[in-house]
């Protein structure tokens, strides 16, 4: 239990600044002052689907229709979102939710970071918010599909392929 | 498209009576009397826990709190049964719940036929019914997680495992 107490320390909500992440901050934005600059994460629903949108587009994610979006949002049983503050003004800089039977299983979708703030451990610590939120609502088991380029990324954070044999599979209308 | 609608062409809720289903009860049965016994399927919610429970028994499932089977119920996007029928008397003989976000992405979880009707196409039958109510919401990519020993009967019926690479991974609290 140790180990995902460490991991889950930070304060809800709001990445800790006294760790890596700030040093993150500074490498992003070359800035350095420390306190000019934040990266925070929320639960909130009511996120601009624009602004959204721009960043799927960002990752070069098909673009999908936002009455679709939306409706998917309204009916997720998670929705995180990371965001870079300076002074007033934020950028959405980081997506993920997750469906679940509110029970025992969620699995996670919609997973993006901003180019501009990838390789900084900023997609690890939006999953960290992810699975520590998951785990505050007594979800046992996280499951999720991955794309060959990012299964590492998942290994590295505790997540396993298919353990003893089990498959992920999907189907498609055809 | 043709393939699905064949597929798809059975009566909503109650799977035909004039194909290869009747054959499958009268061998269940041995019943030569083909009017005295049919299958039907359901998405209605007021399943009997303990119903559920013993047909979970019964394939050698462990047993998860009553409490949380509920909420999970309640909260499936998608609650699918099979029934057996004969005169009054309706016996659970099959299971299945799908998550959702409502627009996009479907993942069937609990999948279970009672050990005396495996090997007739019941599975099968079943599935065809989950997946029928999924397209009709127009969810089009449907996911699931097999056991190894089920990963050749989803095969059957349609799904692809790693398709692209795509792994599904599981992270479990340590």
């Known amino acids: 239990m140790s180990f995902w107490k460490t991991w889950f320390s930070t304060p809800e909500a709001v990445a800790t600044k006294s760790n890596s992440l700030e040093e993150v901050n500074d490498y992003a934005t070359g800035n350095r002052n420390p306190g000019s600059e934040r990266i925070i994460f929320s639960t909130e629903r009511d996120i601009d ?8 587009d960002a ?44 029970a025992f299983n969620a699995t996670i979708w919609d997973v993006v970071v901003h180019p501009d703030f990838q390789g900084k451990g900023l997609g690890k610590a939006l999953m960290k918010f992810v699975l520590k939120k998951l785990r505050s609502e007594e979800i046992s088991n996280v499951t999720l599909f991955a794309d060959p380029h990012v299964v590492d990324f998942y290994r590295g954070i505790g997540f396993m392929s298919d353990p003893e044999g089990i498959k992920g599979m999907f189907w498609y209308p055809h």
């Not at 689907?49 to 799927?56: D, F, K, R, S």
């Open 49 to 56: 689907l624009y602004e959204l949108e721009e960043l799927c």
């Open 59 to 102: 990752v070069g994610w098909s673009r999908r229709p936002l009455r679709k979006v939306k409706k998917a949002i309204e009916h997720s049983f998670l929705v995180a979102s990371m965001w870079q503050v300076r002074g007033n003004h934020r950028r959405l800089i980081g997506f993920a939710r997750a469906t679940s039977d509110h």
